[in-house]
C-alpha cells in the first residue's frame, strides 16, 4: 500500500535534485522534493540548545510520503580527538530509519585514525536499524566516559564503561551513539507529524484496517488531529481498539470527541470490551469532565454484576461513587455481589452502606455485616 | 594518675583487680598517662582560683564504629538505625575518609562490568548519601561535600559522633574488647568508651591490631587460594597510596616553578602512566612498602609530594605538552589516599576464585564487582611495570559473605571496607569505596543485632544469618541470589494487588523479593504516567503502621562526585529524574479512605511511610510526582505492623 524504500537510483537523483535547486523543492516525473525546516538538538550535546535542519521529504504522485532524509554530522569533535563526518540518514513515511549514505567520498574513522572497514559500515547498519539498542538508555556523559583511553582506577575516578559490543563499533562508540539518536530519537515524531499532515482521512483510515501496530498508533493520532470524528471513522478506531496501547491511543481520540460519540465508545467497550480496555475507559471516564447522565451511568452499572475480578468490581464502584449515583438501579445489580467471594462482597457492602436500600435489602446488609463481622 | 592505676582502679573501682577477668592493654606500665594533668599550673583568671584541667572522660555505648570513611559512616548510621546507641570516631576533623576533601578519592562502585549491565549501582546508605549530595550540592565542592555527610550523620537519632579523636589503645578482656581508649586532640582529652561490639572501619586498624586481632599484610603465594594472578611466592608488597591533586585553568599562559622536594620524572620509562589528566591528578603517583607501609607513611607522603610536582614539573617545563600552558595546580593534596594495609582475619577469607566464580554463599551481605585492579608493587619507583595490571574485569556481581567481616579471635570485632578478611588478590577489587561502603552497612547492621541479641558477630553468622540478611534487604541492600523473604512483611500476604495501570513489568514483582532490575530479569513495576496508584487488599483487617516503597533511581547510571566535573558535566544532573518526589497513602478503615502519610520532596530510594497504627482492610499508594521521569516506577512495596 505505502512504498517504504526507494531505488537507490532515485534516491540519488532527488540528491542531485537537491544539489541543483538549492534546497527549495525538487520535481521529478513522479516525485515532489519538500524541504522543512526544523529546530533540533544535537544528540552528542548535554545542552538543549538548537541547532536548525532541513528535512527533506520525497512525495509520490499519490501525494503520498514516500522517503525523508536529513543530512548529519557522525560525530562532535571532543579534545580535538574525534572526526566530523556528514552522513544522510533515511526514514520511511513513519520515521523508521531506512538505511545511511556517505556522500562525496567521506569515510568514517575510528578514534585511532583507522577507516571504516566493509564490516564495520554494515555493522552500522545493523546498529542504526535496532530500535530497542542499548545506546537508546544511556546518556552522552557515559559514552563520554566509554570513549576514554584512561585507565580504570578507584583512586583516579577515572572510569571506562563497556557496552554490549553489539551496539557500537570498537573505536568508534561516540559515532554509533550520535548517529543512533540522529536515527531513532525525536525526528520520527517530526515526520509523523509531517506525514500526518498530508494524508487524508481515509489514507489515514485504510492504516487502522491493514496496518502494523505502529501505523494504526500513527493513524488514531493523526485521525485525532484531523477532528475525523464522523461515525463511519470512530467505529473503524474503535475497531481498532484491540490491545491496551491501541486503548489507551483510542481513548485519547474519543476524549476529544462530541460527548456522545464518547459516551457511546466507552458503553461499547464496557459491553464487549477485555478487562484491560474497559479498565481504560472506566479510568477515563471518571477523570472526565463530560457529564455522563445518570441513565448512561445505570446503564454502565449493568455490567458490575458480570464482573468476575475484584479490580473490576472496584473500577464500577469507584465511578459510581465518584459520579455519585447511587440509585436504585445501580443498587439492583450490586446486591448480588454481597454473595460473592469476600473481597467482592464486602466492596458491595461497603458501596451499599451510602445508598438508599429497600427493608429487604437493609435486612440483606445486616445479615451480611453479622455474618462477616471479622473481614470489615 | 598512671596508665597501671587505672586499670586497677578504674571502672573496677574498689573491687580487686584478681576477682575479675584479666584486663589487657598494649600500653607499657611505664608509659605517660595522657590524660593526667597533675602538673598543669592554671591561674583561671575568671574563677580567680588555680586549677587542674579535666582531659578524662568515660562513655559506654552498645555500638563503637572507629573510622569515619564511607564504611565507617555506613556502619554507624545502620547501628543506630537498628536501635543501638552508637558512637562514630573519627581521627580527622572531617568525614569521609579516602571520600573526604581531605584525599578526594571518587566514590566508585561496581561500574564496569562486561556483561547486560555495566553499572549495577549499590544501594542503601551509600546511595541515600550520594543523592544527597546531588540535591545539597550541585556545584561539586568537596569541603560542602564534607559537610553533607557531616549533615547525614549528625542527624540520625542514637547516634554521637567525635572528630579528631583516634581510638588508640584496647583494652581487652580475655578474646574480648571491653574499652577502647582514644585521644581527641582537639580538646586533649582522653576517651575511654566501653562497648558491646567495635566496628573498626578504620582502614588502618590500629584497634583491631591492638586488640591483638589476627591480621596479615603484603600478597599471598598462587597455591594458598590458587589465585591465578598472585605472585608465585608470597611477598610483602601492598598496593601503594596516591597523593591527589585539582587544577584549573587561567586562561592564559601560567609558569609553574617546582617546589625544592620535587622528584624528577623520568617520562621515557614510565610505562603506561599517562599523564593526560591534566585536571584531576595521577593515580599512579603512588608509593607502596614492602614490609610496613604504615610505618612509612610519612616518609612516603613526603616523597609522593615530590613525585606528584616532579610530574606537574614534567607536564608544565618539558615543552611536551603545550596543552596545559594556562593549568595551574588549584588544590594539592597533603594526605595521600591510602589502598591498602591491614587485612584483619575472619572466619573466611575471600580471594580472586571466589570473585571470577561467583561462588554463592549462605552468609552473603554485600557485593563487589570493580575489576581485578591490582597495583604494581613499588608504584611510581617500579616503572619497569604498568600501574596496575587491571586482571580481569567481571560480568556480573560477587558476592561477599559476612564471615569476612569479623574477627576469627577477637569475639566481638567486626570489620568494614579495606581491611576486612580478603586476600591481597581480591583486595584489588573490594577496596573500592561503594563496595567498603556496603560492607560498612552490614557489619553496623549486624553490631546492632549483636548487641540487642547480646551475641558475638559469629554465633550471629551461624544461627541467626536470615535475621541479618532479611534487615539489610529490607533497609535497601541488593545481596545477589538472595531473594528477600520477610515474613513480617504484609505485602507478601494481600489478597489483591492492583495498580492503575501497567506500561511495563508487572505489580506482582513488587513483592518477589528482589528490589532492582537484574541483568536478565525485570523485578518492577511502571505506571503509565504519574498519578499513579497501587492498591493492596487483605481479607481481614490487618494493623499497620509502615509502608515501605523502592523506589527507580536507574541503578544503571553513575552519579558519584568527580574532583574534576568536566567527567561529569553531561551526567543527568540533580536527584535522580526517576526518583519518586512525592508519595501518600490512604488506608481504608471501616470502609472508608482514609490519608494516613504523605512524604514530600523525597530523596532517598527507600521510602518509608510511617504512621500511627491504623486497623486498614487495603492500603492505596499514591505515587503523585517524580523529579521528572514520565511515570512512576516501583521496585518493591513492604508493609508492616
Known amino acids: ?376 | 594518675m598512671k596508665r597501671r592505676d587505672f586499670f586497677k582502679k578504674g571502672t573496677q573501682g574498689a573491687i580487686g583487680v584478681s576477682m575479675l577477668p584479666v584486663l589487657t592493654s598494649s600500653v607499657s606500665a611505664s608509659a605517660p598517662d595522657m590524660a593526667d594533668r597533675s602538673a598543669d599550673n592554671w591561674q583561671q583568671l575568671g574563677s580567680g582560683k588555680k586549677g587542674i584541667p579535666t582531659r578524662k572522660k568515660e562513655l559506654t555505648f552498645d555500638v563503637v564504629v572507629i573510622g569515619a570513611g564511607m564504611a565507617g559512616i555506613s556502619a554507624a548510621v545502620s547501628a543506630a538505625r537498628n536501635g543501638a546507641n552508637t558512637l562514630l570516631l573519627q581521627d580527622r576533623p572531617v568525614l569521609g575518609g579516602n571520600a573526604s576533601s581531605e584525599m578526594r578519592v571518587t566514590v566508585n562502585g561496581v561500574q564496569s562490568l562486561n556483561g547486560k549491565h555495566t553499572v549495577e549501582r549499590e544501594t542503601g546508605i551509600v546511595e541515600e548519601i550520594l543523592i544527597e549530595n546531588r540535591y545539597y550540592n550541585p556545584q561539586e565542592s568537596y569541603p560542602i561535600w564534607d559537610h553533607v555527610l557531616y549533615d547525614y550523620v549528625v542527624r540520625q537519632k542514637n547516634l554521637t559522633l567525635m572528630l579528631n579523636t583516634q581510638a588508640i589503645d584496647a583494652v581487652t578482656s580475655g578474646n574480648k574488647i571491653v574499652k577502647a581508649i582514644c585521644w581527641q586532640s582537639t580538646s586533649e582529652t582522653e576517651f575511654v568508651i566501653k562497648s558491646a561490639l567495635f566496628v573498626d572501619c578504620s582502614g588502618d586498624g590500629l584497634l583491631a591490631a591492638k586488640a591483638g586481632a589476627e591480621y596479615r599484610t603484603g600478597r599471598e603465594g598462587k597455591a594458598e587460594f590458587g589465585e591465578s594472578f598472585a605472585p608465585e611466592k608470597p611477598d610483602g608488597w601492598v598496593m601503594g597510596d596516591t597523593l591527589m591533586m585539582i587544577s584549573k585553568d587561567m586562561g592564559e599562559p601560567t609558569p609553574f616553578y617546582p617546589p625544592s622536594y620535587a622528584l624528577k620524572f623520568d617520562a621515557e620509562k614510565a610505562n603506561d602512566r599517562a599523564v593526560k589528566q591534566f585536571k584531576e591528578g595521577f593515580w599512579w603517583v603512588e608509593l607502596g612498602s614492602e614490609f610496613d607501609v604504615i610505618a612509612v607513611r610519612e616518609s612516603n607522603r613526603h616523597k609522593l609530594m615530590g613525585y606528584m610536582y616532579g610530574v606537574w614539573d614534567y607536564i608544565k617545563n618539558s615543552g611536551k605538552y603545550p596543552e596545559a600552558a594556562n593549568t595551574v595546580l588549584d588544590w594539592v593534596g597533603s594526605i595521600p589516599g591510602r589502598r591498602e594495609s591491614r587485612r584483619f582475619m575472619g572466619d573466611y577469607i575471600l580471594s580472586q576464585k571466589d570473585l571470577e566464580e561467583y561462588r554463592h554463599f549462605p552468609d552473603s551481605v554485600a557485593f563487589g564487582g570493580w575489576s581485578l585492579d591490582e597495583h604494581c608493587p613499588g608504584g611510581i619507583e617500579n616503572l619497569s611495570d604498568p600501574p596496575s595490571y587491571f586482571h580481569a574485569r567481571f560480568k556480573q556481581p560477587y558476592e561477599i559473605p559476612f564471615r569476612c567481616l569479623y574477627s576469627k579471635n577477637i569475639s566481638n570485632l567486626l570489620f568494614a571496607g579495606r581491611n576486612v578478611s580478603v586476600s591481597h588478590m581480591a583486595l584489588s577489587s573490594t577496596r573500592i569505596i561503594g563496595t567498603c561502603a556496603m560492607m560498612g552497612q552490614a557489619a553496623g547492621t549486624a553490631a546492632a543485632i549483636c548487641a540487642r541479641k547480646n551475641i558475638s558477630p559469629r554465633k550471629l553468622g551461624t544461627d541467626f544469618i536470615a535475621i541479618l540478611q532479611e534487615q539489610l534487604l529490607r533497609d535497601d541492600v541488593y545481596i545477589p541470589n538472595r531473594p528477600a523473604a520477610d515474613s513480617a512483611d504484609w505485602a507478601r500476604k494481600a489478597s489483591a494487588v492492583f495498580g492503575s495501570s501497567t506500561i511495563s513489568g508487572d505489580v506482582k514483582l513488587l513483592y518477589d523479593g528482589y528490589s532492582r532490575d537484574e541483568a536478565e530479569t525485570i523485578h518492577h513495576w511502571e505506571a503509565d504516567g504519574v498519578n499513579a496508584e497501587l492498591q493492596l487488599e487483605w481479607e481481614k483487617p490487618i494493623a499497620l503502621s509502615q509502608i515501605l516503597l523502592k523506589g527507580d533511581t536507574n541503578l544503571q547510571r553513575q552519579i558519584m562526585m568527580h574532583k574534576n566535573p568536566e567527567k561529569n558535566k553531561n551526567q543527568v544532573k540533580g536527584v535522580p529524574p526517576e526518583l519518586l518526589k512525592k508519595v501518600s497513602c490512604e488506608g481504608r478503615i471501616n470502609g472508608k479512605w482514609v490519608e494516613i502519610a504523605t512524604v514530600d520532596n523525597n530523596l532517598t530510594r527507600l521510602i518509608k511511610l510511617s504512621f500511627d497504627t491504623v486497623n486498614v482492610t487495603a492500603v492505596r499508594i499514591k505515587l503523585t510526582e517524580t523529579w521528572g521521569y514520565k511515570n512512576a516506577k516501583l521496585f518493591e512495596v513492604r508493609c508492616y505492623s
Open chain 1, 1 to 376: 500500500m505505502i512504498k517504504k524504500v526507494l531505488s537507490l537510483f532515485f534516491a540519488l537523483f532527488i540528491g542531485l535534485l537537491f544539489q541543483n535547486f538549492g534546497g527549495t523543492v525538487g520535481v521529478s516525473d513522479n516525485v515532489k522534493l519538500f524541504a522543512h525546516t526544523l529546530s533540533l538538538s544535537d544528540p552528542a550535546k548535554y545542552r538543549p540548545d538548537t541547532t536548525v535542519y532541513t528535512l527533506y521529504e520525497a512525495r509520490g504522485e499519490n501525494g503520498v510520503p514516500t522517503e525523508y532524509y536529513m543530512d548529519v554530522v557522525s560525530v562532535y569533535c571532543l579534545d580535538e580527538v574525534c572526526k566530523v563526518v556528514p552522513v544522510r540518514l533515511y526514514w520511511n513515511m513513519m520515521g523508521d530509519f531506512v538505511k545511511y549514505e556517505l556522500r562525496n567520498n567521506n569515510k568514517l574513522e575510528k578514534a585511532d585514525g583507522k577507516p571504516f572497514s566493509s564490516k564495520d559500515y554494515e555493522k552500522l547498519q545493523t546498529i542504526l536499524s535496532d530500535k530497542n539498542s542499548p545506546l537508546r538508555d544511556m546518556a552522552i556523559g557515559d559514552i563520554l566516559k566509554t570513549s576514554s583511553t584512561e585507565g580504570v582506577d578507584a583512586i583516579s575516578g577515572a572510569t571506562t564503561l563497556v557496552i554490549d559490543g553489539k551496539a557500537t563499533i570498537k573505536g568508534a562508540t561516540l559515532t554509533c551513539y550520535t548517529l543512533w539518536h540522529w536515527a531513532n530519537g525525536l525526528i520520527k515524531q517530526h515526520i509523523q507529524s509531517v506525514t500526518g499532515s498530508i494524508l487524508t482521512t481515509n489514507q489515514l483510515t485504510a492504516f487502522l484496517e491493514t496496518g502494523e501496530l505502529d501505523e494504526k498508533l500513527f493513524a488514531i493520532k493523526q485521525l485525532k488531529i484531523h477532528k475525523a470524528y464522523d461515525a463511519k471513522v470512530a467505529g473503524l478506531v474503535l475497531q481498532a481498539m484491540a490491545t491496551e496501547e491501541l486503548a489507551k491511543e483510542g481513548l485519547n481520540y474519543f476524549e476529544q470527541s462530541a460527548d456522545e460519540v464518547y459516551f457511546d465508545a466507552i458503553a461499547k467497550i464496557a459491553a464487549n470490551g477485555t478487562d484491560e480496555q474497559v479498565k481504560i475507559c472506566l479510568r477515563s471516564l471518571a477523570g472526565s469532565t463530560k457529564k455522563a447522565t445518570p441513565a448512561y451511568l445505570n446503564r454502565l452499572a449493568l455490567q458490575i454484576a458480570r464482573q468476575q475480578s475484584y479490580q473490576m468490581v472496584d473500577l464500577y464502584l469507584e465511578l459510581m461513587d465518584k459520579k455519585d449515583n447511587r440509585t436504585a438501579e445501580v443498587v439492583a445489580g450490586t446486591m448480588p455481589l454481597l454473595d460473592r467471594e469476600i473481597l467482592i462482597a464486602r466492596r458491595a457492602y461497603w458501596f451499599l452502606q451510602h445508598c438508599d436500600l429497600s427493608k429487604a435489602q437493609q435486612q440483606q446488609l445486616k445479615k451480611f455485616e453479622r455474618e462477616n463481622k471479622d473481614y470489615l
